[in-house]
């Protein structure tokens, strides 16, 4: 038996194990003065994956989970095409789960995405944000009321629903839908002073305003001794906006009417009224710092107080743990009169401490210890997904 021979019986284990050796050897094939490599590996064919895409992710972001499908010895490495689709883990061997983090979709339409494993590519879709826009904005009605509509236009896939804020507008079915629709209505005859209401379609008013029933002209007199209160004379709202009333009193046939002096503060009802009445008014989001505006209604100033809107970040966005049980925390930032919650999305994390503050805080929680392979989970502080990664025995 030649050199090279002897090398290639003892690399497969003796003479009779020669032709089916599995593992990759080298053999040396002399004549010619030439030489030549022949390497084994796993069998392509048998090393190929199948890959399952999560269902559509919102438009707001999130995560979603892709199964890897493959057989125990065969590796494999992700890859995203997208810049808005992060991967964890981006390798692995055999059967897994990649999970996908996906940042939220500011376009105007869905947008799609490729992951690559192993030459494999499938698409993760992400819904584009829903937005409306209704028309006329304004409606005008005669006292003997009347009927219209108002048209609204989405997204195809961007559910929304009608209702009205006052009992003379009356709605007539369908009042809800999912893209481009339209929702008639009825206004009702009127028998007093004039008055505004809203068709609201999908937080988007459309104003009804309907005139007043012109009263005879009084017979000639002293005129009334007329005084004004109102009820209450402030108003705090929140930094994301909100609504609120008043109460005019007064003897009939005072006259009296209600204006803004800020932009962000609109009155939706009781612009004009006589005798006693009430004012409705509605107050705009806060992108900036705190701010005061006030009504005039009657000759009263009414003050509306409105506080920032509130932001919050967290000290850290995630934590990688040992598999033995043990305990950590994370900070919330925010200002002083922000509320926020803390919930676990895990079983086996566990909040012990700070499920919900206003202002700076903190959030402890405990880590279960883990009998088994590598996990992820996950806490959700102040509307922050933060992540936890423990390894595993």
Known sequence: MTHTAELARRACGGASALIVCLSAVAVLVAGCGTSSTITSGPDPVKCLVSLTAPPIIDAGGGTGMLAVRTNPECTWTATSGAPWISLSPGSGQGNASVELRVTPNDGSAQRDGNINVNGEQIRVSQR???????????????????????????????????????????????????????????????????????????????????????????????????????????????????????????????????????????????????????????????????????????GRTFTVSQAALCTYGLSKTGETVRANEGSASVDVTTTSACAWTATSNSSWLIIQSGSGGTGNGQVSYNIRENTGGARIGSLTVAGHLFRVEQDGR
């Open 128 to 298: 584009a944000p829903c937005r409306f826009e209704i028309a006329p904005a304004t409606h005008t009605m005669t006292t003997t009321g009347g009927s219209g509509r108002v048209t609204v236009s989405t997204l195809s896939d961007c559910a929304w629903a009608a209702t009205t804020d006052v009992g003379w507008i009356s709605l007539i079915a369908p009042l809800s839908g999912s893209g481009n629709g339209t929702v008639s209505f009825t206004v009702a005859a009127n028998s007093g002073q004039a008055r505004t209401g809203n068709v609201v379609i999908a937080g988007q008013r459309s104003t009804v305003t309907q005139a007043a029933v012109v009263p005879p002209t009084p017979p000639p007199g002293p005129p009334p001794s007329c005084t004004f209160t109102i009820s209450p004379t402030s108003q705090n709202v929140g930094g994301s906006g909100g609504t609120g009333a008043v109460a005019v009193s007064s003897q009939a046939g005072c006259a009296w009417t209600a204006t803004s002096s800020a932009s962000w503060i609109t009155v939706t009802s009781g612009p004009t009224g006589t005798g006693s009445g009430s004012v409705a008014f509605t107050v705009g989001a806060n992108a900036g710092p705190a701010r005061t505006g006030s009504l005039t209604i009657a």
